[in-house]
């Protein structure tokens, strides 16, 4: 069975880092994509970033929003994606979900809530 | 950037009744996309993609519609369970564009 466990959230201060880990299990990582998506409290879904496989070049895409600011990576030997945020605004608070596939999304993680506040 | 445009964004229906949403694409995306389901409280869950293809498990009251920039959701007869919000996404390439989303209410 898929899973997908995201961890790391938590409240920061404006201008401060965070790392979002998404750990998971049950089916070969190495060989999808990975997408992070973001929901701000009752709003919309919105797309943040994703890593192609290693067989479609690793590479990453971002969001106008978060480029220059948040990197996406993964390590295909823990089955882990990481979604490092710098340079945080308020309005990165939200509640990001890790999930599988850079084009339609079949599974998603929980969730982990970022709030970002003086 | 392309952009997705889903009506209405809300509505309310009677059990049993008939469901239609539609999502717009600002430019051709040929059948790029998906349609997921978020219940209140809850983890979206991919219902539809490749515009008309039903996801494993999906309830077959569901279908998708649509080619090139027009597509639509039905729910063709609505139950208690699918109060949620429906969100259309584009996936023809980098960004991955969200609708608005569409809250769907029992009348």
């Known amino acids: 069975e898929v899973h997908l466990v995201e961890s790391g959230g938590g409240l920061v201060q404006p201008g401060r880092s965070l790392r979002l880990s998404c750990t998971t299990s049950g089916f070969t990582f190495g060989d999808y994509a990975m997408t992070w998506v973001r929901q701000a409290p009752g709003r919309g879904l919105e797309w943040v970033s994703f890593i192609r496989s290693k067989d479609y070049g690793g590479t990453p895409e971002y969001a106008a929003s978060v480029r220059g600011r948040f990197t996406i990576s993964r390590d295909d030997s823990k089955s882990i994606a990481y979604l490092q945020m710098n340079s945080l605004k308020t309005e990165d608070t939200a509640i990001y979900y890790c999930?599988?596939?850079?084009?339609?999304?079949?599974?998603w993680g929980q969730g982990t809530l970022v709030t970002v506040s003086s | 950037d392309i952009q997705m445009t889903q009506s209405p964004s809300s509505l309310s229906a009677s059990v049993g009744g008939r469901v239609t949403i539609t999502c717009r694409a600002s430019q051709d995306i040929s059948n790029y996309l998906a349609w997921y389901q978020q219940k209140p409280g809850r983890v979206p869950k991919l219902m539809i993609y490749?515009?008309?293809t039903l996801q494993s498990g999906v309830p077959s009251r569901f279908s998708g519609s649509g080619s090139g920039t027009d597509f639509t959701l039905t729910i063709s007869s609505l139950q208690s369970e699918d109060v949620a919000t429906y969100y259309c996404?584009?996936?023809?390439?980098?960004?991955?564009?969200f609708g608005g989303g569409t809250k769907v209410e029992i009348k």
């Open positions: 996404q584009r996936y023809n390439g980098a960004p991955l564009t």
């Open positions: 490749a515009a008309s």
């Open positions: 999930t599988r596939r850079g084009i339609y999304l079949d599974y």
